[in-house]
């Protein structure tokens, strides 16, 4: 049988080859910005094959759950999922169609074999690591041959795999620098998720980067696990730490703004303290996750720092930068937390004045050492103390807000605003920013003066340059 017109494509120099059929792909993503930075990328693998990115589930030829494992809730809430995509499944296998479902990430990797027994109609299980083989296994899957389960560590990475990025990534994008997590945290799933450490060389890194500016990025996030231990390859062939690869990132002409996250205080080195006062497309804003405030609750989570050591930590950055704010990550009602351990982190919180927080109740996660532990903490205790923190948190994110009122702040745009007319961007500190304006400000970074503040936003004028 021969093709039809709008099934053939034409190349320049060679014969009329089979351009695939257009099919759609549904991705939803749970879980970090790497996550995030994983779904892009596999909407990238597949594009080739003719899959275009649709928000329809209904129609999807592939849906793509992209999963998150760090606690409880997000494998709960990766099953409600799948037993709300069951009955579109089936609707679409009565109009004589197919639609693929695939589990990806960490979900994935921790619970194959579950995913199987409770979602029998699942075709493909891929970890985070192996979602370069996204063709090969559409292809199996489509010649029958069962469940594709697709979990292990390969000993190729997949950065090497990739191809290039499909569509443009917007004024602010995300690049994965490094992967995995050797530091075993004794709350924490990633090392078994993600595996081992790895960093990917300076060189892809840098021309990933200068393609995402070419096609429209004026700010990149470097994302990774342990994004601080970063130890790559470097152009001049000798190791580079993130410190360096920062600096050569900031040779890209356009790049307005350079982030990094997440980082561990272990790993925060002196070449990177300095970074912050020498490289100024370097946001004063860094997201520092410390866990608690207590020393032996520290211990016991294995996160081999103090409280003590993370104040001087913070101390230097200031002292690199005085317009430094930080941002972190809180587990409450860990094993054995008490009330004296919760009231030095309420401590903390106020001694280094964060300005952002994530707190979490602990979750317990099977197979991680402190699921074992002896003391864990009760529910309600555990709501109690979470309700604090955050009460306390919010007190300060509104002072710093407020703060800002009356100032002048250099504002990234980077879409537009929810309604008519308006324009939205982000201050140097991770603030929704939203002002009256032309769309053509989009990629701009202009003064703005602060007028009004939201619940977690802020509002002003374009102020003149
Ligand atoms: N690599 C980063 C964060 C990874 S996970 C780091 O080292 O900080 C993101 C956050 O989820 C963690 O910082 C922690 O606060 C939270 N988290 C991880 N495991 C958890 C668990 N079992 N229960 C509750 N929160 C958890
Ligand atoms: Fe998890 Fe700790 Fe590794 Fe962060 S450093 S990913 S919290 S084990
Ligand atoms: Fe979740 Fe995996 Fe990220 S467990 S937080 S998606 S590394």
């Given at each position: 049988m021969s093709l039809t017109e709008p099934d053939r494509l034409n190349t320049a120099d060679g014969?009329?080859?089979?351009?695939?059929k257009a099919k759609r792909v549904f991705i939803k993503t749970w879980g970090c910005q790497m996550n995030v930075y994983d779904s892009n990328r596999m909407a990238d693998v597949i594009a080739p094959l003719g899959y275009m990115p649709t928000e329809d589930v209904s129609v999807a030829d592939l849906v793509i759950f992209n999963t998150c494992h760090i606690r409880e809730k997000a494998t709960e809430k990766l099953f409600s999922e799948l037993g709300r995509l069951h009955p579109f499944q089936k609707a679409k296998a009565q109009r004589g169609e197919r639609m693929m479902v695939a589990v990806a990430g960490c979900v994935a990797q921790a619970e194959g074999s579950e995913i199987q027994r409770r979602a029998p109609f699942v075709d493909m299980v891929f970890g985070p690591q192996t979602y370069h083989q996204l063709p090969e296994m559409i292809a199996q899957v489509t010649r029958g041959a069962g469940l594709v389960l697709n979990t292990e560590f390969p000993s190729e990475t997949k950065f090497d795999q990739l191809p290039e990025e499909h569509k443009p990534p917007g004024v602010s994008a995300f690049l994965s620098v490094q992967e995995g997590c050797d530091k075993f945290c004794t709350f924490c799933v990633v090392p078994y998720t993600r595996g081992t450490e790895y960093s990917r060389p300076a060189a892809a890194i840098v021309a990933e980067a200068e393609r995402l500016v070419r096609n429209g990025a004026r700010e990149i996030t470097l994302l990774g696990q342990?994004?601080?231990?970063?130890?790559?390859?470097?152009?001049?062939g000798k190791p580079w730490d993130l410190a360096r690869l920062l600096q050569c990132l900031a040779e890209i002409p356009k790049l307005k703004r350079l982030r990094y996250t997440t980082s561990h205080p272990r790993d925060m080195k002196d070449t990177l303290i300095a970074a912050h006062s020498t490289i100024p497309q370097l946001m004063p804003f860094l997201?520092?996750?410390?866990?608690s405030?207590?020393?032996?609750?520290?211990e016991a989570m294995n996160r081999k720092h103090t409280s003590d050591d993370y104040r001087r930590l913070i101390d230097r950055l200031r002292s690199a930068r005085s317009d430094m704010a930080f941002s972190t990550d809180f587990i409450v009602g860990f094993p054995g937390e008490t009330d004296d351990d919760f009231a030095a982190t309420l401590k903390l919180v106020r001694d280094i004045g964060f300005t952002q927080a994530y707190t979490f109740k602990y979750s317990r996660r099977?197979?991680?050492?402190?699921?074992?532990?002896?003391?864990?903490?009760?529910?309600?205790?555990?709501?109690?103390?979470?309700?604090?923190?955050?009460?306390?948190?919010?007190e300060q994110q509104d002072a710093f807000n407020s703060a800002m009122i009356g100032t002048i702040m250099p504002v990234l745009f980077d879409r537009k605003g929810r309604y008519q007319g308006q324009v939205h961007g982000r201050t140097a500190y991770m603030q929704a920013v939203?002002?009256?304006?032309?769309?053509?400000?989009?990629?701009?970074?202009?003064?703005?003066?602060?007028e009004k503040v939201g619940l977690n936003s802020v509002s002003g004028q374009l102020a003149a340059a």
């Open positions: 014969p009329t080859v089979a351009k695939p342990n994004v601080n231990a970063f130890h790559g390859d470097g152009c001049d997201h520092l996750p410390v866990q405030g207590s020393d032996t609750i520290l099977p197979g991680t050492p402190a699921s074992a532990m002896p003391d864990q903490i009760d529910a309600t205790i555990q709501n109690a103390r979470l309700a604090e923190l955050q009460s306390l948190m919010q939203h002002v009256t304006a032309p769309e053509r400000i989009i990629s701009q970074e202009l003064p703005v003066k602060i």
